[in-house]
């Protein structure tokens, strides 16, 4: 699996990309949001953004000017993915309905799955005529309405939620809670419709299981009889798979980030694992500090990377060889182009794994 990295603007990293045949099967990206802000970095990198500090990338570009060369950039994407691929587009609350139109024209309304609301920060302290912004949104589509990466990762339980969905604790002092072992619907035929050890179902009911079964679970000791001989079938919180993911996620970003709006590597674990296949190829073309990168080799899916400011590709390049993660060069301006275009003449005459910069 060779991990690829472009280090130049991603319009001419996603043409080359096309021109290469290379198909993505999930895409994180978190484009600047229009803020009018130039991003800086401490020396030592430790609190990111601040008034000081050398320029790490701008985000100067507004309005339609903003909203167009970002369209651009989107069809490019579109054009390479996978017909089972999905896109993550992370967004701020000010352009968020902006990029919402963009994505629909781009990628079809029938193709919207999620306008996830991502908790970023604790509560601000401050009074400016309006609630403290303490989120942003990521705006999930796919290529097929259809057919569609989809494992979704049971959130775990916290200690309330435990409590209330499983509200009884037996001897040994495991939570649990107790379910019926019948079932709407009555059936003729067949072993469920009948009686188990002499009880019928109740009527207008079925047996969720074949007598077999039920004699199974319950040497097993996973059913509860209550006073009255009623059977219900027991099941523990330490068994649960975890609460069905929602669309509003808490993932705080980095305290410290090695990069200006480093994303939570939690977050973007979720994603990968979620709408990826191990072997499978994770595109972000506005990579930052690496974050999607990392997790994508970390979860053993390739990846390919993208971004034009020197200050990212420095700290990506620092970050992947700290993890131990060998990538490819994918052209790129400057040094990088010459030291590995695997588009170019001479492909596998590159000038080194883990070169760019
Ligand atoms: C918001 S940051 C991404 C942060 C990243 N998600 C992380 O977790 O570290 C946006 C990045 O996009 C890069 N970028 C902006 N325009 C670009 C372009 N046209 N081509 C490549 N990279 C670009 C910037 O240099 C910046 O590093």
Request: some cysteine; glycine content about 12%; aromatic content about 8%.
């Amino acid at each position: 699996m060779e991990h690829l990295f472009h280090a130049g603007d991603n319009l001419d990293g996603l043409a080359r990309l096309a021109a290469l045949g290379v198909r993505v099967d999930l895409v994180y990206i978190d484009p600047p949001f229009a803020t009018n802000n130039e991003f800086l970095m401490d020396a030592d990198r430790a609190s990111a953004v601040s008034g000081s500090g050398q320029l790490a990338y701008a985000d100067t570009l507004r309005g339609s000017g903003y909203l167009e060369q970002l369209r651009r950039r989107l069809e490019a994407i579109r054009k390479i993915m996978a017909g089972d691929g999905s896109i993550y587009v992370h967004i701020d609350v000010k352009m968020e309905h902006h990029v919402r139109f963009l994505m629909d024209d781009v990628f079809g309304p029938r193709n919207f799955r999620n306008s996830i609301t991502r908790v970023k920060c604790n509560p601000k302290n401050f009074n400016r005529y309006s609630y403290g912004n303490i989120k942003d949104t990521i705006l999930f589509y796919s290529v097929s309405a259809h057919r569609i990466k989809w494992r979704p990762q049971g959130e775990a339980l916290t200690d309330a939620d435990a409590e209330s969905r499983y509200p009884l604790v037996d001897a040994a002092g495991r939570r649990y809670a107790t379910t019926p072992l019948h079932a709407p619907g009555s059936t003729r035929h067949g072993p469920t419709g009948g009686p188990w050890r002499g009880m019928p179902p109740p009527p207008g009911r079925h047996w969720r299981y074949p007598p077999e079964m039920l004699d199974a679970l319950d040497a097993a000791g996973l059913i509860a009889w209550s006073a009255t001989g009623n059977p219900r079938k027991i099941i523990y919180a330490d068994q649960s798979a975890g609460k069905l993911p929602q669309d509003v996620w808490v993932y705080k970003d980095p305290q410290r980030p090695a990069y200006p709006t480093q994303k939570n590597a939690a977050m973007l674990e979720r994603i990968i694992l979620t709408s990826s296949e191990p072997g499978d190829t994770v595109l972000d073309c506005y990579a930052g500090s690496g974050a999607t990168l990392l997790q994508a080799a970390r979860l053993g899916r390739r990846f390919v990377g993208m971004d034009n400011a020197p200050a990212a590709q420095a700290v990506i390049r620092q970050r992947l060889r700290a993890a131990g993660v060998e990538w490819r060069v994918v052209g790129g301006v400057g040094s990088a182009g010459d030291a590995g275009d695997i588009g170019g003449v001479g492909v596998g005459g590159v000038g080194g794994v883990g070169e760019f910069v």
